[in-house]
């Protein structure tokens, strides 16, 4: 089978390379965020640099871009030659964000690859006093797990993500948007971390709780509680799901649990 190339480039697979063609979705990204000269603006993953170049236009003093596929940071870094920009070589997943905090607050804009975003949007909550907001482009099934307060696909993620970041979905990408186009349609996503989330007692064993609550998705809170030794959870909800609780019933339990 031909390889899919841009130019001279062969586009890798290992590094699910889908280049955004359609300049809209590039501008409602930037126009989905405020932008200030006092802002610094983190770019994962430029590719050929087709956001890149409107990233340039915005009033920011800094653009900090990591990406993982040598050949394209290269080219990127001779087609831009711009005092703003700064183009990194280097695997976003291994990258020290403390090297970030001299030039805070950061707006992540970014076409996620599909196959690490959850790492790294575990990476940005554990640096999330970096970042002031910004707009991800993920698949749109990942998206919808980020949102939903109950039913399918509703779990861990969502309440995790949700109990430290407000998250907005924003404009649906199509496959048609992408060269080569993906298997998925795409959905961009804001986020902006909370300045002040709702403080959880033994907060890091809250959320081990959660997991093992929603450990089988379809069984009940009964059942997936079976092997550990909780006291106190009332019984009118032992034979729910997780998914039909919200966090404020989570946080109820817990309360009780750790009385």
Not at 15 to 24: C, I, K, P, T, V
Not at 78 to 90: A, D, G, P, S, Y
Not at 222 to 247: C, F, G, V
Request: proline share 7%; charged share 25%.
């Amino acid at each position: 089978m031909e390889k899919a190339h841009i130019g001279t480039i062969n586009l890798k697979k290992k590094y699910g390379q889908h280049f955004l063609r359609d300049q809209a979705v590039v501008t409602h990204m930037i126009e989905a965020v405020q932008v200030t000269p006092a802002q610094s603006i983190l770019e994962i993953g430029c590719g050929d640099g087709f956001l890149t170049r409107m990233l340039l236009k915005t009033k920011t003093e800094r653009i900090w871009v990591f990406e993982i596929d040598p050949e394209w940071a290269e080219r990127v870094r001779k087609e831009f030659i711009n005092k703003k920009l700064t183009v990194h070589q280097e695997n976003i997943l291994d990258v020290d964000f403390t090297r970030l905090a001299p030039h805070k607050p950061w707006v992540l804009l970014a076409n996620l690859p599909y196959q690490i975003t959850f790492p790294i949007l575990y990476k940005i909550f554990a640096h999330k006093d970096l970042f002031q907001e910004g707009v991800i482009m993920i698949q749109e099934e990942v998206a919808q797990k980020l949102v939903k307060t109950t039913g399918r696909d509703y779990g861990y993620s969502s309440l995790f993500f949700q109990h430290f970041f407000t998250l907005t979905l924003l404009d649906k990408v199509p496959p048609t948007a992408f060269f080569p186009p993906p298997k998925v349609t795409s959905r961009l996503v804001y986020f902006r971390p909370k300045e002040q989330p709702e403080p959880i007692e033994r907060e890091e064993k809250f959320w081990v709780f959660i997991k093992q609550c929603f450990a089988h998705p379809r069984r009940t809170l009964r059942n997936n509680l079976a092997t550990y030794s909780y006291k106190d959870i009332p019984e009118k909800y032992m034979p729910l799901r997780a998914q039909q609780m919200t966090m404020a019933d989570f946080l109820a339990i817990w309360k009780l649990i750790i009385s």
